[in-house]
């Protein structure tokens, strides 16, 4: 192991490692249910539904894996939120226009993502995408770090820990519990959801708290210990205060992977002639539009994560930078081929970095559990999001360090570092907070006369970006 991932190189162990892996898999398994629900409109259960979730699990893997060896880097794959919930956009508009089945245009659109995983791998391999990271300004680098700390912390309290009642929802932890007035005006506005409220706000502080004084201590693997106490914390009070069997699910639950599903409706089933439908236009639309959010989305996490991590040198550069973007490429290749939208490098790599993993085994260890998903999905299924918010959270003060790198002298670097840190959590994409970063950065130079600082290819992405947010095609 050590030489195969240099080991002693980079500062850990076998054992850090592991921990790391499983660390960043917790924290990022919820999207093995939620990737097929989305994508097949929650229809969980179809022979679709069933071969996008196996597709989930495969492709996450092989393109983890590709980040292990190719890399060496601990950072893990799988089909990018936001890049699903526009994919399945997609779906449902052409099955509207073209009078196709859904999982007819769903074939047709896997299309569009094998397209784009191509472009990916031949701009990899000619380092177009590299070139494209090292264009991104030094100061506007730095800044990414500490914006997808603020991006994990709304994660960690919002959506990832929403809630559901006859009322309505979701319901989110700051917006509906602490921003309402009284506990009662709170009860009151989410009704049954209000108790299950309370047991995910106690499960994620107190889960907080103990990854902190076990961090405090130098505990190796905290962040791990703390989701994993938190579990049995949530479990408790499902059953105690809640009522619910919190293991359920498993009496009825399927182990044996639904391989045949998958061959039926997604494997290799390229609807060409559909994807012809779509006209010429709207395909090259489209595929601009997921290469362009699929590329800052990956350059961010990558960068930001790596910053935190201490992977980067002096200029704020990454090695190995087009190993790993060519391993985010093959993944998105991999996940158009068995069923499922481009794949990227997740946000969440983070809290195994933070749990100590430097190498490409911790990506290891994680791919292994998706495939590993494939026979043992329900109990993944059982991990309460809350648990995995308290390491979200946790994860996402400590990239707010980052923060002293960045020049706050200097407006230049001030001003489009503040607006990233807004819009990176307030949109949920990292690929728009950075062209929102890069546009400001541009404007201030320009009009200051220092237009000969910046590069000519920050002027042209800097141009993409606002085509991309204000010309309607």
Same mark, same amino acid.
């Given at each position: 192991?050590?030489?195969?991932?240099?080991?002693?190189?980079?500062?850990?162990?076998v054992r850090?490692?592991?921990?790391?892996?499983?660390?960043?898999f917790?924290?990022m398994?919820?999207?093995?249910?939620?990737?097929?629900n989305l994508?097949t409109?929650?229809?969980?259960?179809?022979?679709?539904?069933?071969g996008?979730f196996?597709?989930?699990c495969?492709?996450? =893997?092989i393109?983890t894996?590709?980040?292990?060896?190719?890399?060496?880097?601990p950072?893990?794959?799988?089909?990018?939120?936001g890049?699903?919930?526009? @994919?399945?956009?997609?779906v449902?508009?052409l099955?509207?226009?073209?009078g196709?089945?859904?999982?007819?245009?769903?074939?047709?659109?896997?299309?569009?993502?094998?397209?784009?995983?191509?472009?990916f791998?031949?701009?990899?391999?000619?380092?177009?995408?590299?070139?494209?990271?090292?264009?991104?300004?030094?100061?506007?680098?730095?800044?990414?770090?500490?914006?997808?700390?603020l991006?994990?912390?709304?994660?960690?309290?919002?959506?990832?820990?929403?809630?559901f009642?006859?009322?309505?929802?979701?319901?989110?932890v700051?917006?509906?519990?602490?921003?309402?007035?009284?506990?009662a005006?709170a009860?009151d506005?989410?009704?049954?959801?209000y108790?299950?409220m309370?047991?995910?706000?106690?499960?994620?502080?107190?889960g907080?708290?103990?990854?902190?004084?076990?961090?405090?201590?130098?505990?190796?693997?905290s962040?791990?210990?703390g989701?994993l106490i938190?579990?049995?914390?949530?479990? =408790?009070?499902?059953?105690?205060?809640?009522?619910?069997?919190?293991?359920?699910?498993l009496?009825?639950a399927?182990?044996?992977?639904?391989?045949?599903?998958?061959?039926?409706?997604?494997?290799?089933?390229?609807?060409?002639?559909?994807?012809?439908?779509?006209?010429?236009?709207?395909?090259?639309t489209?595929?601009?539009?997921?290469?362009i959010?699929?590329?800052?989305?990956?350059?961010?996490?990558?960068?930001?994560?790596?910053?935190?991590?201490?992977m980067?040198?002096?200029?704020?550069?990454?090695?190995?930078?087009?190993? =790993?973007?060519?391993?985010?490429?093959?993944?998105?290749?991999?996940?158009?081929c068995?069923g499922?939208s481009?794949?990227?490098? $997740?946000?969440?790599?983070?809290?195994?970095v933070?749990?100590?993993?430097r190498?490409?085994?911790?990506s290891?260890?994680?791919?292994?559990?998706?495939l590993?998903?494939m026979?043992?999905?329900?109990?993944?299924?059982?991990?309460?999001?809350a648990?995995?918010?308290?390491?979200?959270?946790?994860?996402?003060?400590?990239m707010?360090?980052?923060?002293?790198?960045?020049?706050f002298?200097?407006?230049?670097?001030?001003?489009?570092?503040?607006?990233?840190m807004?819009?990176m959590?307030?949109?949920?994409? &990292?690929?728009?907070?950075?062209?929102?970063?890069? &546009?400001?950065?541009?404007?201030?130079?320009?009009?200051?006369?220092?237009?000969?600082?910046?590069?000519?290819?920050?002027y042209? &992405?800097?141009?993409?970006?606002?085509?991309? @947010? $204000?010309?309607?095609?």
């Open positions: 192991m050590d030489k195969l991932f240099k080991l002693k190189e980079n500062g850990t162990t850090t490692e592991i921990v790391a892996g499983l660390t960043t917790m924290t398994a919820y999207i093995i249910a939620l990737n097929p994508l409109n929650f229809d969980v259960g179809s022979p679709l539904w069933n996008v196996m597709a989930t495969i492709a996450s =893997a393109g894996f590709s980040m292990a060896f190719l890399a060496n880097k950072f893990v794959m799988a089909p990018g939120m890049l699903n919930s526009f @994919f399945a956009v997609v449902a508009n099955a509207a226009l073209t196709m089945t859904y999982v007819a245009s769903f074939q047709a659109a896997l299309v569009i993502i094998l397209i784009e995983g191509i472009l791998i031949v701009m990899s391999f000619f380092n177009i995408r590299e070139k494209i990271v090292d264009s991104i300004p030094l100061g506007i680098r730095m800044g990414i770090s500490p914006a997808i700390g991006m994990l912390m709304n994660i960690g309290l919002g959506s990832n820990a929403g809630q009642s006859e009322e309505g929802g979701p319901f989110f700051m917006r509906d519990f602490f921003g309402s007035l009284t506990p005006l009860k506005t989410m009704g049954s959801a108790k299950p309370v047991l995910a706000v106690v499960t994620m502080f107190i907080l708290f103990i990854i902190v004084v076990l961090s405090k201590k130098g505990i190796k693997g962040v791990l210990f989701m938190a579990s049995v914390i949530n479990w =408790a009070g499902q059953w105690f205060v809640l009522g619910v069997n919190p293991f359920a699910s009496k009825t399927s182990f044996l992977p639904p391989v045949h599903d998958m061959v039926e409706t997604t494997l290799f089933k390229f609807n060409f002639a559909g994807f012809l439908e779509m006209g010429w236009f709207t395909v090259i489209l595929v601009v539009t997921f290469c959010i699929d590329m800052f989305d990956t350059i961010g996490t990558l960068v930001g994560t790596a910053s935190r991590a201490g980067v040198d002096e200029n704020g550069k990454m090695p190995k930078m087009k190993e =790993a973007l060519m391993s985010d490429a093959i993944g998105t290749v991999v996940g158009s068995t499922t481009t794949v990227t490098t $997740f946000v969440e790599s983070a809290s195994g933070e749990a100590g993993g190498t490409g085994l911790t290891l260890v994680a791919g292994v559990m998706f590993a998903c026979f043992i999905a329900p109990v993944a299924a059982i991990i309460p999001p648990a995995t918010s308290a390491a979200l959270i946790y994860v996402g003060i400590l707010l360090q980052g923060l002293k790198n960045v020049n002298s200097e407006m230049d670097q001030m001003v489009p570092v503040a607006l990233m807004i819009s959590p307030v949109s949920g994409s &990292i690929g728009h907070a950075i062209g929102i970063g890069l &546009i400001t950065y541009t404007l201030i130079k320009v009009l200051s006369g220092k237009f000969k600082d910046v590069s000519i290819l920050t042209a &992405i800097s141009a993409m970006f606002l085509v991309k @947010f $204000f010309v309607a095609l």
